[in-house]
Every structure is written in C-alpha cells, then in structure tokens.
C-alpha cells in the first residue's frame, strides 16, 4: 500500500489560514469516509485532531476542519496561532484491513 | 481517563529479538481495535498491524512473518513481538487505540534501535 502524498511544508502568519493536502487513491481516500488528521509537536505522540472527513474530538478547536473531494482530503487551520505549529499526518483506511499515512506535512508559523 | 503506557525496546543486533508491552488503563483492550505504529527518526508515520477485539492480527507486509501481537486481556496489555530484526526497524514504536479507522489515545512510544 503506497502512503498518502502531502505537501513536505506549509506556512502562515498568525491569524491566517492554511490549507493542507493529502492525495490518496480511490483504494483509500477515495473509496471510504475513514480519513484522520494527526497533529505532532516534536518528540510528542501524534494527536488525533479530525476523524472521519470532518469531525472534530472533543477539545479539538474549531479552527480545525477539513474535507475531502474525490481521491483528495484537506486540513484547514484558520486563524492560526504560534502553538499550531507542528508536523500534521493524514490517514486513511487502506481498504484491505490497514491504515495508510500520508508522509507529513511541516507546518511553521512565521 | 483512558491511557496506554508502554515499556520495553531498546538495543538489538540485527536478526535479533525485542518485545514492546502496550498496558490499557480505563479501558479494556478486549473492548477495542488496538493498533501498532512506527515512526523512523526524522521520518513519518507507518502503520505496522492491528488488532481485533477477537485477538486476530493483522501485519503490514514490512512485518509480516516477523511481528507477532499477542495480548493478555486479564492484565490488558497488548505485546508486540518482532523477532528477525533489520536495521530499518528502528522507529519510535507506538501503540494506539483504533476507533473506526482513527487512533484516538496513543501510547508515549517507546524507542527501538536495530544496529550492529
């Protein structure tokens, strides 16, 4: 199963919004409504922010969303803040009893 | 408050054996999907096996053959078995928690260093 594609680095001021990307295939993105996003500050454990396409876990802030269109899912952080920054990970189910990540995506808050 | 506290890793040899140790709290591990993820130093995230609530297992083809999950659910813990080491297994291990396709409560990870 070939991982998820990411953009390696994203980047925006405070306050702004960032839109991340995480290209599947129809096996995985595509084929089912099983896409996650993680957030990971270094040398911490990754942290569930959305599952499922759009849902947030509860104490996740609303300026988390995402979507997803065909083979293609997307993070959203609006209004960003210095604390946001940190490496973002996007999974999908892989259609054949697994999990497939994306290769990550470095978020910095200039 | 659920929380899974691992132990176990460290230093191997190549072709040699390590086993990591996953204890669930506020939860029971027979109750859940439990998974296994690894991550390379300075690389990303990769998924290595899940687990059942039956107790059945399944590997990514990176480990397969190799990696065996067992659990003792009286105690909660899950084990990960990896036994053929190879230099690219050494990864920050992590076990997870798997609702529906998602990892809500991870582990603190747990080191595992493959070298001669």
């Known amino acids: 199963q070939s991982a998820l594609t990411q953009p390696p680095s994203a980047s925006g001021s405070p306050g702004q919004s960032v839109t991340i990307s995480c290209t599947g295939t129809s096996s995985d993105i595509g084929g089912y409504n099983y896409v996650s996003w993680y957030q990971q500050h270094p040398g911490k454990a990754p942290k569930l922010m959305i599952y499922e396409v759009t849902k947030r876990p509860s104490g996740v802030p609303d300026r988390f969303s995402a979507s997803k269109s065909g083979n293609t899912a997307s993070l959203t952080v609006s209004g960003l803040q210095t604390e946001d920054e940190a490496d973002y990970y996007c999974?999908?189910?892989?259609?054949?009893?697994?999990?497939?990540f994306g290769g990550g995506t470095k978020l910095t808050v200039l | 408050e659920v929380q899974l506290v691992q132990s176990g890793g460290g230093l191997s040899q190549p072709g040699g054996s390590l086993s990591l140790s996953c204890a669930a709290s506020?939860?029971?591990?027979?109750?859940?999907?439990m998974t296994w993820v690894r991550q390379a130093p300075g690389k990303g995230l990769e998924w290595v096996s899940m687990?059942?609530?039956?107790?059945?297992?399944v590997y990514a083809d990176s480990v397969k053959g190799r990696f065996t999950v067992s659990r003792d659910t009286s105690k909660d813990t899950l084990f990960l078995q990896m036994n053929s080491l190879r230099a690219e297994d050494t990864a920050v291990y992590y076990c997870?928690?798997?609702?529906?396709?998602?990892?809500?409560?991870w582990g603190q990870g747990t080191m595992v260093t493959v070298s001669s």
């Open positions: 506020g939860s029971r591990i027979s109750d859940t999907y």
């Open positions: 997870a928690r798997d609702r529906g396709y998602s990892l809500p409560i």
């Open positions: 687990t059942y609530t039956g107790g059945n297992t």
């Open positions: 999974s999908s189910y892989g259609g054949s009893n697994n999990l497939v």
